[in-house]
């Protein structure tokens, strides 16, 4: 079995400081997202946003997605649904014990605000940096996405 190089210092060292900077990043849009109006857990905006990526997807499926126990999620899927903002489909013709969740139209526009809420505060951090730093982010974007594959 080959053994792979050892990782060079710097690219350690540039993984911790991209580390970091994305947690602080991601915790400050977390944040912004957390100071809405619509009063939910983030694990509920994280159930609607993967029910919005996979309309249909049954309840012990989207538990095992976020790792969670299937009484868990069928607790947190009751309170998205008597919230307005999910509800269950019609049952599959094929196997009517599964049934697959969608958002309503309601789910849809507070997973839209809470998107929007991120987006323009991010924007607006973004529009307050000097023209290179702008620019050296487009340019890092094209790489993140190369590490993201």
Do not use: C
């Not at 792979?4 to 710097?10: S, Y």
């Not at 009751?78 to 307005?84: D, H, I, R, S, T």
């Not at 013709?93 to 323009?120: F, M, Y």
Request: zero cysteines; hydrophobic letters at 40%.
């Amino acid at each position: 079995m080959p053994t792979e190089p050892p990782i060079p210092k710097h690219a350690i060292a540039l993984a911790d400081d991209l580390r970091t900077a994305l947690h602080h990043v991601f915790r400050r849009i977390r944040q912004e997202g957390d100071s809405d109006p619509h009063g939910l857990s983030l694990q509920h905006k994280l159930l609607l946003s993967a029910i919005h990526t996979t309309p249909g997807i049954g309840v012990a499926e989207l538990a095992r997605m976020e790792k969670l126990r299937g009484p868990t999620m069928s607790g947190h899927i009751k309170a998205l649904e008597n919230a307005g903002l999910v509800r269950r489909d019609t049952p599959n013709p094929e196997d009517r014990r599964r049934v697959g969740l969608l958002l309503t139209e309601r789910g849809a526009a507070v997973l839209q605000d809470i998107r929007s809420r991120r987006l323009d505060w991010l924007a607006r951090k973004l529009a307050q940096l000097p023209p290179e730093g702008a620019q050296a982010l487009r340019h890092a974007i094209q790489y993140l996405n190369e590490v993201g594959e």
